[in-house]
Structure formats: structure tokens, C-alpha cells
């Protein structure tokens, strides 16, 4: 069975950050290899200034490559929009894995509200990556309060596949500044080198390709 990580979100665009902290969930979980999972349209942000898919997923596959790392946009196929339906459909699909939840501590702070955030947390382990400036606001959260009690020691990450959800690991990275945000401040139309060209979905083996233009 393999093990995966499975870290979700935007890619709006992918940058070194999200390689960085894959790369060191990697060796801190003993993962086989981690799915980025590029999301469709994410509830909790505006579509405004989000890029087409496509473009969204070959950036990603650019910073991917010759890395055990796998895009898809495997949420589309599922028809799920939101985490925990997409949690429990992959679970079904992929009877054979180990998934564990993937996020940054600034996701963690505004994990409370997620759709049925408790669910998610029952339904597979989570590994927390510690990120600059938003680890205060992470373990002061709702969301912490009620999973205080289920955390699990980083020495024994490993072993995630042992463990019986709800489960919670923090894992401590160098510090990484690196954001999607400061990468559109910089480059605003960054995505126009990603658009036009098919992007291969590494895990359903699709061909990929979203609208020309911003949705």
C-alpha cells in the first residue's frame, strides 16, 4: 500500500514553497509520494485574479518535476468541491492507499471553517507544517482547541499509518517565506506562459486544459 500526502490547494501559482515542504513531508513521513491536489475553484477564496486551471497545473508540473510529486485536478473528475467530500471519495477510489491530510499552519488557523472540518479530521491523519508568522494564530484557533488532544509526537511521524484518526502531527520546517501572493505581486501575469499548451493529469492520466482567460 502506499503511502501519499495529499496537499491541496489553489497553486495560483505553484512555487518553490510548496516543492520545499512536499520534499520535507516526504522524508518526515516516510511518503511514497505527495499528490498536489490543484483545486477547481476554492469556496473560501474569490474567483477573481484565479487563473485558468490549466495554467494552474503546468506551473505546478514545472515546479514538480523529477520529484516524487504528483498534479491533478482529480476534484473535477470526483465532482467534489469541498475537502472533506474529496477526502472521503479519494479514500474510496484508492482503497489500497494510506492518505494522509497535508497543510501549512496558516490553513490550520482557518481550518474551523472548512465544510465539516471535524470529518475530515476523523477521516484520515493530518500533518501540520509549521509556517512563518502564522503559527501563533494556528494553535490559539478553534480548530486546535478541539484537536489539541489528538496530537501525535514528531519523532514518531513515521508511524502515521498506525495511527486511528483523529490524529494530528506538527511538523517544524525551515523557514520558508515563499507565497503565491508575492508571486502575483512580482509577475501579475505569470499564468500567460502556462496557457495554451495541454497539461497531463499525473494521477487520472487526463488532458487537461482550462478557459483562456481568468474565472
Same mark, same amino acid.
Given at each position: 500500500?502506499?503511502?501519499?500526502?495529499?496537499?491541496?490547494?489553489?497553486?495560483?501559482?505553484?512555487?518553490?514553497?510548496?516543492?520545499?515542504?512536499?520534499?520535507?513531508?516526504?522524508?518526515?513521513?516516510?511518503? *511514497?509520494?505527495?499528490?498536489?491536489?490543484? #483545486? !477547481?475553484?476554492?469556496?473560501?477564496? #474569490?474567483?477573481?485574479?484565479?487563473?485558468?486551471?490549466?495554467? /494552474?497545473?503546468?506551473?505546478?508540473?514545472?515546479?514538480?518535476?523529477?520529484?516524487?510529486?504528483?498534479?491533478?485536478?482529480?476534484?473535477? *473528475?470526483?465532482?467534489?468541491?469541498?475537502?472533506?467530500?474529496?477526502?472521503?471519495?479519494?479514500?474510496?477510489?484508492?482503497?489500497?492507499?494510506?492518505?494522509?491530510?497535508?497543510?501549512?499552519?496558516?490553513?490550520?488557523?482557518?481550518?474551523?471553517?472548512?465544510?465539516?472540518? /471535524?470529518?475530515?479530521?476523523?477521516?484520515?491523519?493530518?500533518?501540520?507544517?509549521?509556517?512563518?508568522?502564522? *503559527?501563533? *494564530?494556528?494553535?490559539?484557533?478553534?480548530?486546535?482547541?478541539?484537536?489539541?488532544?489528538?496530537?501525535?509526537?514528531?519523532?514518531?511521524?513515521?508511524?502515521?499509518?498506525?495511527? /486511528?484518526?483523529?490524529?494530528?502531527?506538527?511538523?517544524?520546517?525551515? !523557514?520558508?517565506?515563499?507565497?503565491?501572493?508575492?508571486?502575483?505581486?512580482?509577475?501579475?501575469?505569470?499564468?500567460?506562459?502556462?496557457?495554451?499548451?495541454?497539461?497531463?493529469?499525473?494521477?487520472?492520466?487526463?488532458? /487537461?486544459?482550462?478557459?483562456?482567460?481568468?474565472?
Amino acid at each position: 500500500m502506499k503511502r501519499i500526502g495529499l496537499l491541496g490547494g489553489s497553486f495560483n501559482p505553484a512555487h518553490g514553497g510548496h516543492r520545499a515542504i512536499s520534499l520535507f513531508a516526504i522524508a518526515a513521513l516516510g511518503l *511514497d509520494e505527495v499528490w498536489w491536489l490543484v #483545486s !477547481p475553484g476554492n469556496p473560501l477564496k #474569490s474567483a477573481a485574479g484565479m487563473a485558468p486551471l490549466g495554467a /494552474r497545473l503546468r506551473s505546478a508540473q514545472a515546479l514538480a518535476r523529477r520529484a516524487p510529486i504528483r498534479v491533478t485536478a482529480i476534484e473535477r *473528475d470526483l465532482g467534489t468541491r469541498y475537502t472533506v467530500d474529496s477526502v472521503h471519495a479519494l479514500i474510496r477510489r484508492y482503497p489500497k492507499h494510506h492518505f494522509i491530510w497535508m497543510m501549512g499552519a496558516d490553513n490550520l488557523g482557518q481550518f474551523a471553517r472548512w465544510r465539516d472540518w /471535524r470529518g475530515i479530521a476523523r477521516a484520515l491523519p493530518i500533518a501540520v507544517i509549521a509556517r512563518p508568522g502564522y *503559527d501563533g *494564530d494556528a494553535q490559539a484557533g478553534p480548530a486546535m482547541g478541539w484537536l489539541r488532544r489528538f496530537v501525535r509526537r514528531a519523532d514518531h511521524a513515521e508511524r502515521w499509518t498506525d495511527w /486511528r484518526p483523529p490524529a494530528l502531527v506538527q511538523l517544524r520546517f525551515r !523557514p520558508d517565506p515563499r507565497s503565491a501572493t508575492a508571486v502575483r505581486q512580482a509577475a501579475p501575469n505569470w499564468h500567460l506562459a502556462h496557457i495554451g499548451r495541454p497539461a497531463r493529469d499525473a494521477v487520472t492520466r487526463r488532458l /487537461r486544459d482550462g478557459p483562456r482567460h481568468h474565472v
